[in-house]
């Protein structure tokens, strides 16, 4: 499964050389899964069924900076491995799709008890989808 999420960079994340923070990227793709669960329809299922996805890795590499006013994009290919939900994100320019940074992200589904949850078949199956 395929998902964008678009954003224009604040002057609140850019750090002393005037780019964009490292730790701010993280905050990034973190809007851009909510996004997509939103997006998608499964916060609601999260809601009843009181399960939460959680972040158990994150690996980012840089390879350009981001300036205030720059408008980029969150390009994320889902998919699942086993009870992982997997995230490989590219973040590019808007207009130019230059690519400023990737990252692999992996997340767990756990009920509110800390308890491992099987993925839904249904978040499967979109995942499994080829947009």
Do not use: Q
């Given at each position: 499964?395929?998902?964008?999420y678009?954003?224009?960079?604040r002057?609140?994340?850019?750090?002393?050389?005037?780019?964009?923070?490292?730790?701010?990227?993280?905050?990034?793709?973190?809007?851009?899964?909510?996004?997509c669960?939103?997006e998608?329809?499964?916060?609601?299922?999260?809601?009843t069924s009181k399960?939460?996805?959680?972040i158990?890795?994150?690996?980012i590499?840089?390879?350009?900076?981001?300036?205030?006013?720059?408008?980029a994009?969150?390009?994320?290919?889902?998919?699942?491995?086993?009870?992982?939900?997997?995230?490989d994100?590219?973040?590019?320019?808007?207009?130019?799709?230059k690519?400023?940074?990737?990252?692999?992200?992996?997340?767990i589904?756990v009920s509110?008890?800390?308890?491992?949850?099987?993925?839904?078949?249904?978040?499967?199956?979109?995942?499994?989808?080829?947009?």
């Amino acid at each position: 499964m395929k998902h964008e999420y678009y954003f224009e960079v604040r002057g609140s994340e850019l750090d002393s050389f005037g780019h964009v923070n490292n730790a701010v990227y993280l905050s990034y793709l973190e809007e851009a899964r909510w996004k997509c669960f939103y997006e998608m329809g499964w916060m609601d299922f999260l809601k009843t069924s009181k399960l939460f996805p959680i972040i158990v890795e994150t690996n980012i590499r840089y390879i350009r900076e981001l300036k205030m006013f720059d408008k980029a994009v969150v390009k994320t290919k889902w998919k699942y491995e086993g009870e992982y939900i997997i995230t490989d994100h590219d973040i590019c320019m808007e207009n130019t799709n230059k690519k400023i940074a990737k990252a692999r992200g992996k997340m767990i589904l756990v009920s509110h008890d800390r308890l491992l949850h099987d993925l839904p078949d249904f978040i499967k199956a979109e995942l499994d989808k080829e947009v």
